[in-house]
């Protein structure tokens, strides 16, 4: 599945050396990588975190700020808004730069959001917020894309898809706190001013935390380990710098059929979630009144039954390679999940939700992880960062459209119409991934690999001596 660009007069050369490099190459664990991931993992849970604060607690920040919901959800949408043109610029520097400069960048421009929301605890200071949230949306940019680069630099081919899950485990577990914590943090009193104390204590703590893990980046964070850790990076690894066309890469991947079905099913899905996350306490507090904490709960509760479920396809897709067959199983249930949570809705039952909020997560957060790992099979060996950031591309475009589509049907038929809204589009991703043909492109480049290993290397220079005399 490699394209390459070979010297004129030597065709055959360049891949040839570049294949006897890789199975020669010494493959070899890093104990740094566990660091490395867990490190990614924090400042990610921390940008996530930014990216829920006031969604969770939109009444709050409506009357704290005088403003309508429709702009605090612009809070979180501006996270999906600023992704979409500033992917390709932040992936070129990814595959330029490498992981060391984009973490840097992440992680600083995380903790600059994080001060700049402290100058914004007036009343009429909405703009000041705006602006540090702009800046967090900015970080963002540098933080989704990252889990299955990680992953495929730093970790064997037994571990990549349990790696790449707990890397994307930090962001999902910083929405979960996200949907926690401020509740907790910020009551919904009547006096502005201990409000204002209120959220001055959530945004410092975040502000500390955001800095402390910068702080901890510029110290342990590496480029990559000193051995490949897999015969697919060594392989990746032993390719000329030169040979490497960052357009001629993403034209490889709008060429690739089954990578474009991928990217609009993860797109749908993706969507759907961040729809629902930014709009959950709003449809909690419409049947609940007075529920934030609860709503905030709930919301822990999906993203927590997620986590565990990525997990649980990571080490299955590690071990059974199965990436279709999960992929379209966990499709099918995150469509059955949102059925259940539409209907149960309503019933008055705060129990109830909390049972079918876990499933839908379950499932549907379960999902993302699984997106990019058989991404980066279907398109190796491509940069595992431009596959990710389209595949992201397409869950903010879409993001964006749900959240303002359904927050459109809520305000005018109710929060059922829509939740069927999103499940007809989950609907749509279930059918869609059935088509796609698993073409795991990254696996048979470890076996091609692991077998040539045994193999004597190749000289381009010499025919290969007599060995009849051994």
């Known amino acids: 599945g490699m394209v390459q660009q070979e010297p004129a007069g030597a065709p055959g050369l360049a891949a040839a050396v570049g294949e006897a490099g890789a199975a020669t190459a010494e493959v070899r664990l890093s104990r740094r990588r566990w660091v490395v991931v867990l490190l990614f993992s924090s400042y990610s849970l921390c940008n996530a975190f930014q990216w829920i604060q006031y969604g969770s607690i939109n009444n709050v920040f409506v009357r704290f700020y005088g403003v309508s919901a429709f702009a605090i959800d612009w809070l979180s949408m501006s996270y999906m808004l600023a992704y979409i043109p500033l992917l390709f610029p932040v992936a070129w520097l990814l595959d330029k730069r490498g992981l060391r400069v984009i973490a840097l960048a992440g992680s600083a421009l995380n903790a600059l959001g994080a001060w700049v929301k ?92 955001a800095t402390t893990l910068f702080i901890l980046v510029i110290i342990v964070f590496k480029e990559k380990p000193p051995h490949p850790p897999s015969r697919a990076q060594a392989l990746i690894q032993s390719r000329p710098t030169e040979e490497y066309s960052y357009m001629q890469s993403i034209l490889r991947l709008l060429r690739n059929a089954n990578f474009l079905l991928l990217m609009v099913t993860y797109g749908l899905n993706a969507g759907c979630f961040y729809a629902l996350s930014t709009l959950l306490n709003r449809m909690v507090i419409h049947h609940y009144p007075g529920e934030e904490v609860n709503a905030g709960r709930i919301g822990l509760t999906i993203i927590l039954s997620g986590m565990v479920g990525a997990l649980i396809s990571g080490i299955w897709l590690d071990r059974t390679k199965t990436y279709k067959q999960t992929t379209l199983v966990v499709y099918i249930m995150s469509l059955v999940g949102m059925v259940a949570y539409t209907f149960t809705l309503s019933l008055g039952h705060l129990w109830v939700v909390f049972v079918t909020a876990g499933m839908l997560g379950f499932f549907m957060t379960g999902y993302l992880p699984l997106g990019f790992e058989f991404a980066a099979e279907l398109t190796y060996p491509e940069s595992e960062g431009t596959s990710s950031g389209l595949l992201n591309v397409s869950a903010q475009i879409f993001g964006i459209a749900f959240t303002i589509g359904q927050g459109q049907i809520m305000d005018r038929f109710g929060t059922k119409a829509g939740n069927i809204f999103l499940c007809s589009f989950l609907f749509l991703g279930t059918v869609m991934t059935a088509f796609i043909k698993a073409d795991l492109r990254r696996q048979q480049a470890n076996l091609d690999n692991e077998q040539a290993v045994s193999k004597p290397p190749f000289n381009p220079c010499c025919a290969p001596a007599n060995s009849s005399g051994q």
């Not at 979960?176 to 204590?201: C, M, Q, R, T």
């Open 118 to 209: 402290l100058g914004s605890l007036k009343p009429h200071l909405f703009p000041i917020t705006v602006l540090g949230q702009v800046i967090c949306s900015l970080a963002q940019v540098f933080i989704l894309g990252m889990p299955s680069r990680i992953a495929s630099v730093w970790f064997g081919s037994r571990e990549v898809s349990t790696a790449c899950s707990v890397a994307v485990f930090g962001n999902q577990l910083g929405i979960a706190v996200g949907f926690l914590v401020p509740p907790v943090l910020v009551p919904n009193v009547e006096d502005l001013e201990k409000l204002a104390y209120h959220i001055s204590i959530m945004f410092f703590m975040t502000a500390g935390v």
